[in-house]
């Protein structure tokens, strides 16, 4: 029995599909990156340490920005102790575990952030972390 021996053509890479996934990857990044800076754009400027952690966000983590004047913001949007505690009391409902990042400006008076930290635990938050900085280099 005779066999034929066909050659084949070499397989062609195809570019269409790869670019698709590099804009479709970039766009996601984009996105997620100007969400993260929304949060974090407010003029707050948290107290400094030495043992200071870098910023590593936790997936689904919520951050409350509490203002020199006691104004708490979420999402860019003023909120008072009873609004707060509405939406934190949703987001215990939603989330179990919700990770809460609170963002003090260092000069804020004690009293304010205890309110927050007070609304958060009625509501059923417990996980509350708080931001810090690192001191700047001279």
């Known amino acids: 029995m005779k066999f034929q021996k066909k050659t084949l053509e070499p397989a062609a890479f195809q570019m269409a599909p790869m670019i698709d996934i590099v804009f479709l990857l970039l766009t996601f990044f984009i996105i997620t990156w100007q969400w993260s800076r929304n949060e974090t754009e407010l003029d707050v400027s948290v107290p400094t340490t030495a043992e200071g ?27 008072t102790q009873e609004e707060l ?12 575990n919700q990770p809460i990042r609170l963002r003090a400006d260092e000069k804020t008076e004690y009293q304010h952030v205890i309110s927050v930290i007070s609304t958060c635990t009625k509501a059923g938050i417990w ?6 900085q690192r001191p700047k280099d001279k």
């Open 85 to 96: 505690y509405v939406k934190m009391k949703n987001l215990a409902e939603l989330y179990k």
């Open 53 to 79: 952690a870098e910023p590593v966000r936790v997936q689904g983590e919520k951050i409350i920005n509490v203002l020199i004047d006691g104004t708490v913001i979420i999402d860019k949007t003023p909120l």
């Open 127 to 132: 996980n509350i972390s708080f931001a810090t």
